[in-house]
């Protein structure tokens, strides 16, 4: 997963794109990187690590010009490490281009097979340098019925032959000469927002990165939908519009900031709302709620809400690490959630508790939490899940492990449930969690369902780790 922030029209552009993209740290951990422009030359920093830890103040006067485009990454495909970190960069026949982008492209492949094969070169392992290529093949493609504004005529037809020729999931910011050019794929699985602040612009995967620089929430950028802007305005093309929609149910549940306005509602909401229809689902009694923190904590509010019991910290975060599943080996996973997290006896000890967490993927986390809870005390230990069990990998941007490796497809749920050690588990029903949000059939949920919106034959071949 990864998150991308832009800015345009600004003098602060590169300050302002920095601290959007720190506020979209949980985005992604492993590397970061921000271009400028001021519209002739584009200047480029990238680094492994977190962005405060990178990022120093000699980097930021560097990285001048009233445009900016943002990145931190977290592999899904392609190498991991500062390699593959974004924006990617390419000078082409229309000068030097700069694209940071969000999702998984699922014929990367098949497609870079192709391109080399023409002659085309490649310089990263990751997918997202395809826009570039594609648009350096000097390549064309016009939908009908689409009229370009003048000053787009250059660009656009070569974006949308890129466009025209990736599958998959793409949330992007471009720089392209003296415009900034946002965009995501026609089935809008990934958030995209553009803000205000005065007369400047700026584009964040999440609203939470327009409080930072206390600027606004303008709208959505929508599906399919490709928005262009420079000195001559804001011009905003549907070259390929369709009815259906996918947006990343898990974002919901998970990745999401509570605090950011994706996919027409707050996080916030649905979040709790997938406690509170927990609550529903299940009849037992207990003493207390207490939340896996951090992301247990919202639906654990919606879930006691509910119920009218008692919501407590039984579980203390330090908030010096990071998240525990933004590590690449399973090994550093294992270390860190015991870093993280502590039991608080002063709320578990002798008590009947319920446990929300948001998502069981592998189960390794929560075997060691509920140890963490006997060892402090708990008398029994009830754990509930505000999503339903986690059957299929992501192939569209989320770091879901393979098949074989999610422990909902190698255990039945009493088996999970001897496995974590608890007194009961339940999940929230799929129907239940498709009844959190407004519109059902814009999702998708696959992860959930098994039921791919673009189909898995197709995506296999491209899925890399
Ligand atoms: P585990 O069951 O040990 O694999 O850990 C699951 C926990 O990791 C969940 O409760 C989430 O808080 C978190 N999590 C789930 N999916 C992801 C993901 N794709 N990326 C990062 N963290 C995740």
Redo the contacts with the bound molecule.
Sequence with gaps: ?CGIAGVWGSSYASQYAFLQIYSLQHRGQESFGLSSSDGKEIRTIKKPGRVLEALKQEDLNYLKGSMAIAHVRYSTAGDSGATNAQPIVRKTDLGELAIVHNGNLVNYLSLRGELEARGVEFRYSSDTELFLALIDTGETFLPEGVKLHPRDREILPRLFYALSRVEGAYSFLMIAGDKLIAGRDPLGFRPLAVGRKGKTLLFASESCAFEIVEGDLWREIRPGEVLVVDEGGIRSYFPFDGAKRAQCIFEFV?FSRPDSFIFGEWAYEVRKELGRQLAREDDTEADVVVP?PD?GVVPAIGYAQEKGLPFEMGLIRNHYVG????EPTQELRNLRVLMKLSPNRAVLKGKKIVVI??????????KRIVNMLRRAGAKEIHMRIASPPVIGPCYYG???PTREELIANRMGLEEIKEFIGVDSLRYLSLEGLRSCVRERENFCDACFSNEYPIPVEKVAVSRRR
């Design positions: 997963m998970y896996v992301s998240r525990s599943f933004i967490d948001d998502s069981l993927v592998r189960g390794t986390t929560s989320i770091d879901t």
